[in-house]
Structure formats: structure tokens, C-alpha cells
């Protein structure tokens, strides 16, 4: 019933295309979209300088008021002197194998391209509920105040489309954020700036990041040393049943 209310806010046009954009989104939660190639970013943490050009480039790119970004540079820093750390970690949406946001859409505006595994957002079907905005555990969908939508990084599907890179890449002077295929980028093969092959090791996941068990999420990062996740312990073994004494 509430689902049916928000839907009525929409226009005519866009009311007539939610049928066969939730019948989209419905494949795609059960049926999960399998690409025919992944996209993903690569991020250097190390060599990244926080000048945030490719916030900006973004921002531009998009038309996108203050407040709402698709792009975040973060400033991690840490320790006591002399043991002190500085570095940056940047992300936008990582265009999940899994989205979380897809399945929470109750107009299915949010789908994910069988091409790239782009997770795209037609956002004149969205009506500002926020339910991807609180579902995605990495802050990906940015709510925009001056038009009560929700809108997000589609990695700039009309430049790949053309054979470009996106704003934010091609934006980064130090040249430390990348897109290319993201099994390739996993396992270190893909020729990028972005790190040096044979001696960088990409990482899934650096330190106060979700757990990307979550969703699977299409980046990796050249790691600071402060920011490198440590792998689980392994579990102590149970201590072995003493012997049962043989009956005489």
C-alpha cells in the first residue's frame, strides 16, 4: 500500500514506465545480473595527494548543488608522534556484484548494465524514499534536496560508452584512481598508473571500510601499511576429549 502511494507522486509518463522498470529490478534481485565483463575502480591510497579533483570533476560533470557527492576523498590520520600516518581513501559507488540498493527501489530506477556491470539510476523514476540511500553499507546513493531524488555515480556511463574514462579519472593529476576490469585489477595484471605491477598487491578492503562480503563491491586499493586490514586469527582448536580409560 505505501509503495503504491509513493508511486502515485510520480508523473504519467514515468508512472507508465514502472511496470517494466520493476519487472527489471525484480530479475535482477532474484537473478542477479552476471555481466559480461565487471568494471571496477583501483585506487591508490599511498600516492594520493587529497586535492580532490576528481570530487570536483564529478560535481561538475553531474550538475550537482552543494551538498550531494558522488565522489568522497577521505583523510585518514593517526598515531602519536614520532609514529605518526596521513593518507586518503576514495570512493564513490562501487557498482556492487550484489547492490543492496537495487532490491530496496521500490520503482526499480536503479538497475545493473549486462554489459559492464554498471549499477546505472534512471532518476526521474526515483521518488526520494531513500530506502538504497540506507541500504548501501558504502554511502554510494546521495540524496539531492533541490529535486527530492536520490542520485549516484553511474561511472560516467556515456564517457565509457564513447571509449573515455570518467571525469574523476581522467580528472587526477597523480593519476592514482583507475577503472579496468575488476578481475584483472584483483589480480594485479591490468596495466594502470594506479600501481606498479609485479610489486603492488591490490586489497579489497582497507580499514574502516564494510565488509565487502556485503555486496561484493568492484574496487580495490593500493593500501596504506596503516590501513591494511589483518586477517582474522584463526580459531583456537578445541581441545582434544580426554581418553575414555579401557574397561578392565
Known sequence: MAEKQVINKLGVDAKARVKYAQETRDATTYNPVKPAQQF???????????CRACEIACKDKNGLPPGPRFRRVMYIEGGSFPDVFAYKVNMSCNHCAEPACLPSCPT?????RADNGV???????????RRCEATCPFGAPQ???????????????????AGRKPYCVSACMMRVLDIGPIDQLRAGTYDTKAMVKGQDVPVRQVQHMAN????????????HPK??????????????????????
Open 40 to 50: 571496477g575502480f583501483i585506487h591508490n591510497n599511498m600516492d594520493c595527494i587529497g
Open 108 to 112: 526499480g530506477a536503479i538497475w545493473k
Open 119 to 129: 549499477v546505472d539510476i534512471d532518476s526521474t523514476l526515483c521518488i526520494g524514499c
Open 143 to 161: 540524496y539531492d534536496p533541490t529535486d527530492n531524488t536520490v542520485k549516484k555515480c553511474n561511472l560516467c556511463i556515456d564517457e565509457l560508452e
Open 212 to 223: 565487502p562480503e556485503l555486496t561484493n563491491p568492484s574496487i580495490v586499493f593500493i593500501a
Open 227 to 248: 590501513g591494511k586490514v589483518e586477517a582474522p586469527a584463526p580459531a583456537p582448536a578445541a581441545p582434544a576429549a580426554p581418553a575414555s580409560k579401557a574397561s578392565s
